[in-house]
């Protein structure tokens, strides 16, 4: 026995390799730097180790590194307050549901929608209630979670692993990755670095820390069993897909929790379970840390997050694929259609060309594609290492926003529609004339904000008219608001019901 297991390697030994770079990121509000860590080596050796019959090095069991890890997960409980007579707004589907044609796929946290009419709620207020967890990831009380755990909540309670209670503001939010950075008023708080996930290699071991079925501070150890899983679960038609797929024991509840290495690095924020019940069976899922770097530093520096795009339509490069467009390789990134006014199409990528590589990784996956671009910004260049017909190009392409230019978006021109809490999108001349209406701007996703606290106003209501003024774009609707202070009165329609119905809110 002695001789299998050797002598024990400290600790410190290995954490002499540590590699740390403290990030500085000018916070808005206050113009101070606040730091955000993040580790390409070993910040802490918190397994304890010993030597097999080869020499090699292993791993006797994760007590050191669960103590170290543990103060800075924490629970989060929000609660989402209703009107009376509000209708409830069932329009989205279940975001799992077409995977695999079953409910295979779930959330961890927050209800079921599936198609079916609204149906009125009872009188009186109506409180929501949910749980789920969240990393502090330094030492000022920023902590970052699942959207989905603190989507329309209008109270936010995060406690800590002390047992200290605090309420939580958002800061920002990013549904396309299914992230939200929170701040909690404390200093000196225990956090977390932030990994490379570039670095993370499959099989690797990982532990899932978060707080599943309100049981607190719960540890569970497993593998890295994938890379870019890309799984179809985020509504919003930017998502950006490219999980760390692991074994770890995860549940509902361990949603916004860390996934770290075995060196404290936080590795991956888990989102999402593929489960039969709703319950652990072997497949867990978390944004990668990489992503998470880029949203948390956006959302602290700009307000938003800044994503450059491609602007094109893409899908995995497979042996069928390959066969029917005669590839000369079947893995890549197959290149569909080209959008107008395309980044990339107008740098000289063509249809049918398949993506290899970004800046040097590896590209297999469009998970992994849309991972990499997405970490980049508007105006950023990129180098696409492409095969077309059997040749090897190289193409660099700057990266340009959603309105097609390769600038950085400027906050002020959202600040009042994120007051409001809406997205908005323009009728088309189509839809309007089926409408009988001159036009309009439809309102397609309701978040936290003045519409949601104070109207029963509904997804999918389209606004013709403000304070009896026409409106058919977003900007005309933007800039009125801009220009007046106190009440507004919005007019229009909803497609599934007749009518005209009127909402009044302030500003």
């Known amino acids: 026995m002695m001789k299998k297991f050797g002598a024990m390697i400290l600790a410190a030994i290995l954490g002499s390799f540590l590699t740390l770079c403290i990030f500085l990121i000018m916070d808005r509000g206050e113009g101070r730097s606040i730091k955000i860590e993040h580790v390409s080596k070993p910040a802490i050796s918190g397994v304890a180790y010993a030597k097999n019959d080869k020499g090699d090095i292993v791993p006797l069991d994760f007590t050191d590194i669960s103590e ?62 949910g749980t789920g967890s969240g990393v502090i990831i330094n030492s000022e009380g920023y902590i970052v979670t699942n959207n989905h755990v603190i989507d329309h909540a209008d109270d936010i309670e995060v406690t800590l692993n002390d047992n200290r209670v605090f309420k939580a503001k958002v800061v920002g939010n990013d549904p396309s990755t299914d992230l939200a950075l929170l701040q909690i008023k404390a200093k000196e708080l225990p956090h977390l670095p932030l990994a490379n996930s570039d670095e993370v290699e499959v099989g690797e071991w990982v532990l899932a820390v978060g707080n599943p079925f309100n049981l607190n501070s719960t540890v569970t150890a ?45 590795i991956g924020i888990n989102t999402a379970i593929a489960s039969p019940t709703g319950a652990y069976a072997g497949y867990g899922f978390a944004v990668p840390a990489n992503i998470v770097s880029k949203v948390v530093e956006d959302l602290i520096k700009y307000g938003m997050v800044q994503r450059g795009f491609l602007g094109l339509m893409i899908r995995n490069v497979d042996g069928n694929l ?3 467009k005669d590839l000369k390789i079947t893995s890549g990134v197959f290149v569909d259609s080209i959008s107008n006014n395309s980044a990339a199409g107008d740098a000289g990528v063509k249809v049918e060309d398949v993506i290899t590589e970004v800046d040097g990784i590896q590209v297999k996956t469009t998970g992994k ?28 392409v700057i990266l340009r926003n ?17 007051v409001l809490g809406v997205e908005l999108k323009e009728v088309d001349r189509k839809k309007a004339r089926e409408l009988d209406i001159p036009g309009g701007i439809k309102i397609g996703r309701i978040k936290p904000g003045i519409l949601q606290r104070h109207t029963d106003i509904r997804e999918g209501f389209i606004i013709t008219k403000v304070d009896g003024r026409s409106v058919r774009t977003v900007d005309e609707f933007v800039e009125y608001l801009k220009s007046i202070e ?18 009044a809110f302030g500003l």
């Open 68 to 129: 170290e890890v543990m103060p800075a997960v924490v629970h989060i409980k929000s609660t989402q307050l209703q009107n009376a007579n509000q209708y409830q707004n069932r329009g989205n589907s279940d975001p799992f549901r077409h995977f695999f044609d079953d409910d295979m796929f779930r959330y961890f946290f927050g209800p079921e929608f599936r198609n079916e009419s609204p149906q009125p709620r009872q009188r009186g207020p109506q409180a929501r209630v």
């Open 222 to 266: 497993g593998i890295v069993s994938a890379k870019g899983r890309n799984i179809n679960i985020l509504q919003d038609q930017r998502a950006i897909e490219s999980f760390i797929q692991t074994d770890a024991a995860i549940n509902p509840g361990n949603s916004g929790g860390a996934l770290v290495n075995l060196q404290g690095g936080l």
């Open 322 to 324: 390959a066969k029917e």
């Open 369 to 396: 594609l849309l991972e990499l671009i997405g970490r980049q910004h508007p105006g950023d260049t990129v180098v696409l290492s492409i095969d077309r017909k059997g040749k090897s190009i190289e193409i660099p």
């Open 402 to 418: 959603l309105d097609g230019n390769p600038e950085m978006v400027v906050k002020e021109d959202h600040e009042i529609l994120d």
């Open 486 to 503: 106190g009440g507004v009165m919005v007019e229009g329609v909803y497609e599934d019901y007749p009518g005209t119905y009127y909402y």
